[in-house]
């Protein structure tokens, strides 16, 4: 699966009051923020799918141990079976979407695996082999906003009209291309500020209009201010698929 990116994450339960040893910390505190990704989630006992965000998520502190496989915008439709703007900002079980007997099985097979992570990937590569491939024309949408074209020109490129594109970027991505341009634009800046760019830099060189226009639109889509996300913000620990 091209793009898709397999990572595990632990979610350690603090010391109850009164009781031996150190506290340990949750790892909860840090919001997911908008990617243009969904994921395939699994912990213990349950296999999960994320749909694709819009505004910060906080993950629950109580399952301690989550694997997942992120898949590219555009790609988890075709593999899930269902359109994106279905499971905008949302989570949900996998047995909402697939077969419950089916779900059960593979939650078993993963739950007893000794690599959780490995096990969840060949799932999704198993599920790939079964299903059509994603649209190329959106994997292409997808790489021109992210190069910062504007949704016009993207269009045009493509040979398609605004409502076909709109339509179709709902389904693969879970919104229309405006959205999926500003999230796009957003984890530009991102990676800019994990550099030690500065937010004037990042403004100018992510394609804000200014840095002003950065603050706002970090402010929308991350609730935070440029100050907190960059000086604070973590990587997610992956390994590449």
Known sequence: MRGAVVWTREFEV????????????????????????MDLLWTEGRLLVAGPDT???VPGGAPARWAGVRLPPGTAPALLGVPAHE????????ADLWPAARVR?????????????????????ER??????????LTEVAAALDAGRTVAATADSLGIGARTLHRRSR???????KTLARILRLQRALRAGARGASP???????GYADQAHLTRELRALTGMTPGRLFRHREPLPSRAA
């Open 200 to 206: 004037a830099e990042i403004a100018s060189h992510t």
């Open 14 to 37: 603090p010391r109850p009051a009164g009781r031996a040893g150190p506290a340990r910390r949750t790892g909860a505190e840090w919001p997911v923020l908008p990617d243009g990704c």
């Open 171 to 177: 389904a693969a991505f879970g919104y229309g291309p």
């Open 55 to 57: 505004r910060p998520y």
């Open 87 to 94: 499971l905008r900002d949302r989570r949900v079980d996998l």
């Open 105 to 125: 099985r593979l939650t078993a097979r993963i739950d007893t695996a000794a690599d959780p992570a490995g096990a969840l990937e060949t799932l999704a590569v």
């Open 128 to 137: 790939a082999a079964e299903t059509q491939p994603p649209d190329p024309l």
